[in-house]
């Protein structure tokens, strides 16, 4: 049984995840750097214990220390959050060999599913429709022509270690591809440490749907239906809703039992997101990658189902059977999330870390806030610049929008400049109103 878990991350969902372990009755260990000294995770967790300097390579990712942490400290187990370790197979690997249960899949899943060009070949070979492109890495430009001309312009080139929207490049012509693919791999090997790239058909004005699944280690797989996650600057999201506006019951169906076949195919056992494009025109839908960790935009799909999605990854790590059924899982109402970043949406989304001077949080009906900030915290330059996620949820989609606004309307924070602005725009949108808005939703109205 797990008794104590070491957390290895930081911000809201350091916090999210100790609110999980206490209700559990289990007791919590936040690592943190330096810079993360006066935290909210610190302040709340039952102990905490410093790992090292500001820049994450030398704590956050440092996971030797992390890991004599957990032993020095009798933690049972580690709960990785989202970025930094969570899909790293050789950092659950580590957990193992040292008797330490990693809240997550198993690591041969996490090595598959991360690389994205090989986790869509074994998803083809499971029978899961894949976005049409290369099957599997392309070496050279060469072996582009052929598929080009089955599947013709326009293309992305994608690297398959991805991750956050980077080293993508969209290609419309012919005379464009070799600079594209010079750019991509580049790119890839300078955020990735891989130059590996594939390419694939590149659907024009898609949304961005994609399926909770809940996966254990009996052989049990469930899915908590969809969030569209269409709202993204630079293919990262900003606003995030379930269900999806524009998804039928149909559609809906398919989608959840896709993603069930596709988690079932590799065994996986844990909480996961099969991440599709949409196509809303034939209804046709394409897997394009796995997420073998929990989300940011988590918490839309646990209102709508009341699953605490944590919870559940702790007792299936603990090798607990799941005590739900698909047909127990009942959806209510609609959810949005907005991402309350310390960005200044005025200039180009920069960065705008430093001291909250003053914060009203909003509260009140169908309202929740997952932040990892208080009054006079200092947000530190050095890693990402979310500062808390609000929450809204309502009977129907117009009363989630209606408390959304007025939630946004109370939310206050002075010091800084933050995406509340952004957000409220969009929630005036006409297109967005209509649900039917896809990925070119940012640009199209806001830069
Ligand atoms: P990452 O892992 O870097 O987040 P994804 O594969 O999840 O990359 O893609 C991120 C976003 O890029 C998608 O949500 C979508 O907006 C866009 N995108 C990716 N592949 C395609 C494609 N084949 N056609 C159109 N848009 C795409």
Excluded at 47 to 67: K, M, R
Excluded at 152 to 167: L, T
Excluded at 221 to 232: A, M, N
Excluded at 298 to 320: C, F, M, W
């Amino acid at each position: 049984m797990i008794s104590k878990i070491l957390i290895a991350n930081r911000g809201e969902i350091a916090v999210r995840i100790i609110r999980a372990a206490k209700e559990l009755g289990i007791e919590t260990v936040l690592v943190h750097s330096t810079a993360d000294k006066e935290s909210l995770g610190v302040r709340l967790a039952d102990q905490s214990v410093c790992i090292g300097p500001p820049p994450s390579t030398d704590s956050y990712l440092f996971y030797q220390n992390i890991i004599s942490a957990a032993e020095g400290l009798k933690a049972d187990a580690i709960h990785p959050g989202y970025g930094f370790l969570a899909e790293n197979p050789l950092f659950a690997e580590a957990c193992r060999a040292m008797k330490i249960k990693f809240i997550g899949p198993r690591s041969m899943v996490i090595r598959n599913m991360g690389d994205k060009a090989k986790a869509k070949a074994l998803m083809k070979e499971s029978g899961v429709p894949v976005v049409p492109g290369s099957d599997g890495i392309i070496e050279s430009i060469a072996e582009t022509h052929d598929i080009i001309k089955k599947i013709g312009f326009p293309i992305i080139i994608k690297p398959s270690a991805g991750g956050g929207g980077k080293g993508m490049r969209i290609v419309y012509r012919q005379d464009e591809l070799e600079k594209a693919y010079n750019f991509a791999s580049n790119e890839a090997q300078q955020a990735f440490g891989d130059s590996r790239v594939y390419i694939e058909k590149y659907i024009g004005n898609p949304k961005h749907i994609e399926v909770q699944i809940l996966g254990d280690r009996h052989g049990n797989v469930v899915h908590l239906f969809e969030r569209d996650c269409s709202i993204q600057r630079r293919h990262q999201k900003l606003l995030e809703e379930a269900p999806s506006p524009t998804v039928d019951k149909e559609t809906r169906e398919k989608m959840g039992e896709i993603a069930i076949r596709a988690a079932k195919s590799v065994g996986y056992d844990s909480a996961g997101t099969i991440e599709f494009l949409y196509d809303r025109e034939t209804k046709k839908f394409y897997f394009m990658e796995m997420n073998t960790r929990i989300q940011v935009e988590h918490p839309v799909s646990e209102e709508i189902t009341g699953i605490d999605l944590i919870k559940y990854q702790i007792r299936i790590a603990n090798e607990e059977e799941l005590d739900i059924k698909q047909e127990d899982i009942i959806r209510r109402g609609c959810a949005i999330e907005c991402r309350i970043n310390a960005e200044d949406p005025e200039n180009n989304f920069n960065p705008s870390p430093g001291e909250i001077t003053q914060l009203i949080v909003p509260g009140g009906p169908g309202i929740r806030v997952d932040s990892g900030v208080y009054p006079g915290y200092k947000i530190p330059p050095f890693y990402d610049s979310m500062a808390a996620k609000l929450i809204a949820w309502g009977n129907n989609r117009r009363e989630a929008v209606e408390r959304m606004k007025r939630a946004l309307d109370e939310f206050h924070i002075e010091g800084i400049k933050t995406t509340i602005s952004f957000h409220k725009k969009v929630l005036k949108n006409k297109e967005f109103l209509s649900g039917q808005y896809t990925t070119d939703f940012v640009s199209k109205f806001f830069n």
